[in-house]
């Protein structure tokens, strides 16, 4: 299997049809006092739109990603969009980064150097990683299926871009959000090219049954705790799991729609009080939001929450002695405290993983490349370095 190079261009038309539903926005109401505690902040979202239309430069972070080699490569009927970093040195480990939603692979932008030029940044060569970076099934640059495709179904199309098209029969990953559990498919679907696998969320959940251990009193505070904050915080996820195709014609046809959307995200999942996004410039929120507007992707991006919520994929099914299947390569985990999942007792994580090595972070939130790089990448070095050749 062959990849064909990828550069992006977009048009100069699509940057001013932008421009033009930008300054014609009309804007929404909003209550007294509501601010970021309804949704996305209005104030914010001006400002945004101001600094949209007066600083940004889409040519800069075009340029910016374009220094990657990017490619795309049919598999499974499928053009999949990737960028790889060669590593410095003799032996660099294959690494693969999976991002989420509502995120891309511009996740990843400030660790990827860092992780395959170690000796640029300080570090040692010895730790460097040949990085491959692909883009999911209907985000970005990616083409979409043609139906809700599940992570499961994706991790077997990593193992053909590593293997096949990349000729890595032995790798690593790390990943968080829908980039966990696919990875989590691929350790357990595929563990004899999984050496390791390091991840920022606890993806698969545990099967429990009468075999299985009953839960402890960390353990049930955990779940309740779970359970308030995704109630107050999950109705994207009810909402893109059963009628997607509803919101996608505002956020298709509105950028500053999608960017509310997509930008109430970040603010809800950071490693500060509620009301701060001084975490994230404007610049690099917007330059996310611009991968999925200037695809026309977000609707099909939002098709793998139909898939698991119709599906299943997001539990570990019960193993053949009723005690529950369980991932058997070695993982990782780097918990954030303000997590849009709440940081698991020890116990937990070990009911569906075989957890060698687990660090809990004193601050970060959902999209820990974004937030804590330089620190992420410190534990990824320290995990892997065992499962180097």
Request: with cysteine; hydrophobic share 40%.
């Amino acid at each position: 299997m062959t990849a064909e190079p990828f550069r992006i261009a977009i048009a100069d038309q699509a940057l001013h049809d932008l421009e033009t539903r930008l300054r014609a926005t009309r804007w929404p109401n909003e209550a007294r006092g509501g601010g970021w505690r309804m949704g996305t902040d209005l104030t914010y979202m001006r400002a945004l739109v101001d600094h949209w239309l007066g600083a940004y430069d889409w040519r800069h972070w075009e340029a910016r990603l374009n220094r990657f080699a990017q490619y795309r490569a049919e598999i499974d009927g499928l053009k999949i969009h990737f960028l790889v970093e060669p590593g410095s040195g003799d032996v660099p480990l294959p690494l693969i980064l999976t991002h989420g939603w509502p995120g891309s692979f511009f996740e990843f932008d400030q660790v990827i150097e860092p992780l395959a030029h170690p000796e640029r940044f300080g570090g040692d060569i010895r730790d460097a990683f040949t990085v491959i970076c692909p883009t999911l099934p209907g985000y970005g640059f990616s083409d979409a299926p043609a139906k809700p495709l599940g992570p499961r179904a994706i991790a077997g199309m990593w193992r053909t871009l590593m293997v096949e098209v990349l000729g890595h029969e032995r790798f690593v990953a790390q990943a968080g959000d829908w980039g966990a559990i696919v990875t989590s498919w691929l350790a357990l679907d595929h563990p004899e090219n999984l050496a390791a696998m390091h991840l920022n969320m606890m993806p698969l959940r545990p099967h429990l049954g009468p075999e299985t251990a009953p839960l402890s009193e960390a353990e049930k505070a955990w779940i309740a705790a779970y359970k308030k904050r995704w109630a107050a915080q999950g109705g994207y996820f009810a909402i893109q799991g059963t009628k997607p195709q509803t919101l996608a014609y505002g956020l298709a046809d509105s950028p500053v729609g999608l960017a509310a959307w997509i930008i109430e995200k970040f603010q809800h999942r950071l490693a500060e009080p509620a009301g701060s996004l001084s975490l994230f410039s404007m610049d690099r929120l917007i330059t996310n939001v611009m991968l999925y507007w200037l695809t026309n992707s977000h609707d099909t991006a939002t098709w793998l929450y139909h898939a698991v919520t119709h599906e299943g994929g997001l539990g570990l099914g019960p193993g053949p002695d009723g005690r529950g299947e369980r991932v058997q390569v070695a993982t990782g985990f780097a918990f954030m405290p303000h997590d849009l999942v709440p940081p698991p007792p020890a116990g937990w994580p070990e009911r569906a993983y075989n957890v060698v090595h687990r660090t809990d972070f004193a601050e970060g939130g959902h999209f820990t490349a974004f937030e804590q790089g330089p620190e992420l990448i410190a534990d990824m070095r320290e995990f892997f370095r065992a499962y180097r050749p």
